[in-house]
């Protein structure tokens, strides 16, 4: 994204659009072109303060542009084993075969 001309403001409502747009769209990665004045200064502390930004380093030595890496998705916990019924219970059906192949 090319944020180089934007006032201050507005680059950092367009960059933090951006970086939780990437997340949640589960993106790894964002280029972020600042230029070389005020903008770039101040996009490290954009970063740090960004709950959807891990960090960011400068492109090929090029001071005005960034590659962003993005946070990646929670794994989600406690999630149902594959065996499990729709209602969180365990699949009795399975159970019962087993026990009824071991009876005969």
């Known amino acids: 994204m090319d944020l180089h001309g934007?006032?201050?403001?507005t680059g950092w409502e367009a960059y933090?659009?951006?970086t939780q747009?990437?997340?949640d769209k589960k993106r790894s990665n964002l280029k972020v072109i600042t230029g070389q004045g005020e903008m770039q200064k101040?996009?490290?502390s954009w970063v740090e303060n960004d709950p959807f930004a891990v960090e960011a380093k400068n492109?090929?030595?090029?001071?005005g542009a960034w590659q962003v890496k993005i946070?990646?998705?929670?794994?989600?916990k406690n999630k149902p084993p594959k065996n499990s019924k729709k209602d969180g219970g365990?699949?009795?059906d399975i159970l019962f075969t087993k026990f009824k192949k071991m009876g005969t």
């Not at 492109?59 to 001071?63: F, R, T, V």
């Open 59 to 63: 492109i090929d030595n090029n001071k």
């Open 71 to 76: 946070k990646k998705h929670d794994k989600p």
């Open 42 to 44: 101040e996009f490290l």
């Open 90 to 92: 365990p699949d009795l």
């Open 16 to 18: 933090r659009k951006a």
């Open 21 to 23: 747009g990437c997340y």
């Open 6 to 9: 934007l006032e201050l403001q």
